[in-house]
């Protein structure tokens, strides 16, 4: 089920706001959002929830067996339980792509992906790892764990949580009008990025990157093409982000944010503390530091950030163009690190280019489905002719899109959340912002009722 779907707006939601308000007591509230939890993820898959399920209870079982007992035996236990949970991602992800590498000839027919396997799967991690290091307890509790890794909001594309963080919630949390109201205009905010924006901004994108023949590009038509990618991936995803975290909000719940305007980051360094904050920053706490982050040599220090990176790119996808972008930024933040970072201090204006050109050039890689493909684009932008054709902005309906893409510039920015802030700290400018909002909300409607399946670009990650 999607977030934008009319099953989960009309339906799905107002019952489940519903019946978590009618329920007078916190467990019969967690019981209500556990329920709802399980419909929501069945609705695309139900033979798959026993995945999930399994793996939660596993992970519950491993915690508790980790917390009580002593050090050999909880060392071992960690192990296995490391070993099981990212076998199975490894299976159902990867084997696939592995197999191809070792014989390329093979074919290959492993099992559906589950949903959100990358994201719930770093969650298990997380938690047995800070039960491990005993940062958290162990939680005798197993609907919790469940809750934890099913929670509607973000059991499919995150943001990721820490579990003490989601567990203190799930026992202590309160409720209050202003927070749901929040919520709501919150989700409303990131169904607009999606429904309005991103959508949109997909039309031009797909067109370049999937339609277009190769032979056509040109230097113009290339950079529409990556900029309208790159600020469709944004507001694809940030949406998500709003629409998840809000709707954690109408529930009671707090989640840390996940992007903070990456678009206008003064370095690469920059950008990745902006972008995608939970996973950023879960690969420096699980992966990063305890390899030693950069107290070690400088040798090892470069194998950090080179398993890291490759790392990344690979949670993306099985495929080629995800590690060769994982290594893309792993070269360039080494060198970053190394002395470019105390030469862009300097340079104010040349530094937000310098890292913007690098981002589209990085979702290029990201994007394109061949070697060759994103050798063809790249070269084009920096060596073809900047022409673009009158056919071409007709068969693309340009003019209609061009507000689309220049509305998504400016919301890149904060100043809509400056002019937002402003408004809402007015009572008769906020009723006007909640006009809006509303606004916002019957328009997305309309589109949707209008538009073909369109479904969050992180899903397929």
């Known amino acids: 089920m999607l977030f934008n779907s009319f099953a989960f707006l009309l339906c799905f939601l107002t019952i489940s706001i ?35 399920l399994i793996e939660a209870l596993f ?10 007992t002593e050090k050999t035996i909880k060392t071992i236990a960690y192990i296995f339980s490391l070993v099981t949970v990212i076998g199975a991602l490894i299976y159902y992800k990867y084997a696939g792509f592995f197999l191809q590498i070792i014989n390329s000839g093979l074919s290959v027919n492993i099992a559906g992906l589950p949903l959100g396997i990358s994201f719930y799967t770093f969650n298990i991690i997380s938690y047995l790892t800070d039960v491990y290091k005993n940062e958290t307890k162990a939680d005798m509790n197993p609907f919790n764990v469940i809750l934890y890794l099913l929670f509607f909001p973000f059991v499919l594309s995150g943001p990721l949580q820490r579990y003490k963080f989601m567990r203190e919630q799930f026992v202590n949390r309160k409720y209050n009008l202003l927070d749901i109201a929040n919520g709501l205009r919150r989700f409303i905010i990131g169904l607009g990025k999606k429904v309005l924006i991103a959508n949109n901004l997909a039309i031009i994108s797909d067109y370049v990157f999937r339609d277009l023949p190769m032979d056509e590009y040109s230097a113009a038509i290339c950079w529409l093409g990556a900029i309208s990618y790159s600020l469709q991936l944004f507001f694809d995803f940030a949406g998500y982000s709003d629409m998840a975290i809000g709707l954690a909000n109408i529930f009671g719940f707090k989640s840390a944010e996940n992007f903070n305007y990456p678009y206008i980051a003064s370095s690469i360094t920059d950008f990745w503390r902006r972008w995608h904050i939970s996973l950023s920053t879960w690969f420096r706490d699980y992966i990063y530091i305890p390899m030693g982050g950069n107290r070690v040599g400088k040798l090892r220090w470069l194998f950090n950030l080179f398993v890291v990176w490759a790392l990344t790119g690979l949670w993306h996808g099985a495929a080629y163009n995800y590690i060769i972008w994982g290594l893309y930024y792993c070269l360039i933040l080494i060198v970053e690190k190394l002395f470019l970072l105390k030469i862009l201090k300097k340079a104010y204006v040349i530094r937000n280019i310098y890292s913007i050109v690098l981002i589209v050039v990085g979702w290029v890689i990201f994007n394109c489905t061949s070697a060759e493909q994103v050798f063809v684009f790249i070269k084009t932008m920096f060596s073809g002719l900047p022409i673009i054709t009158i056919e071409f902005l007709d068969g693309l309906s340009f003019l209609y899109l061009l507000p689309y893409l220049l509305a998504a510039v400016v919301l ?21 912002v909640d006009a809006v909002l509303v606004l916002i909300l019957i328009t997305c409607v309309i589109f949707l009722i209008n538009s073909s399946y369109t479904p969050f670009l992180y899903f397929q990650y």
């Open 59 to 68: 992970a519950f079982l491993m915690a508790v067996i980790i917390y009580n």
């Open 18 to 52: 519903v019946a978590y308000y009618l329920i007078p007591f916190r467990i019969g509230k967690n019981a209500v959002l556990l329920a709802v939890s399980i419909i929501f993820y069945c609705w695309t898959d139900y033979k798959l929830i026993l995945i999930i």
């Open 412 to 432: 890149s920015t904060p100043l809509f959340k400056f002019v937002y802030d402003k408004l809402n700290n007015n009572v008769i400018t906020g009723i006007v």
